[in-house]
């Protein structure tokens, strides 16, 4: 799947973060980056549940950046 822009669900604090699906077999494996510092985080899970991985890649984003 191509990169798409992540919505207004991110919070007003992380800002832009660009969201690129993957998807292999019965998985479903999502990359999240903020845009304005480059970080990444990556989550794996069920295909079935894409909404749920891209919460969960979107908060180890958030977790990262609030790290750095």
């Given at each position: 799947?191509?990169?798409?822009?992540?919505?207004?669900?991110?919070?007003?604090?992380?800002?832009?973060?660009?969201?690129?699906?993957t998807?292999?077999?019965?998985?479903?494996?999502?990359?999240?980056?903020?845009?304005?510092?480059?970080?990444?985080?990556?989550?794996?899970?069920?295909?079935?549940?894409?909404?749920?991985?891209?919460?969960?890649?979107v908060?180890?984003?958030?977790?990262?950046?609030?790290?750095s």
């Amino acid at each position: 799947m191509p990169p798409g822009r992540a919505g207004g669900d991110n919070g007003p604090d992380l800002g832009e973060v660009i969201v690129e699906s993957t998807r292999n077999g019965l998985y479903l494996k999502i990359t999240a980056v903020h845009v304005a510092t480059g970080i990444e985080a990556t989550a794996v899970g069920p295909a079935a549940e894409p909404k749920a991985v891209e919460r969960l890649a979107v908060a180890k984003l958030r977790r990262l950046i609030v790290a750095s």
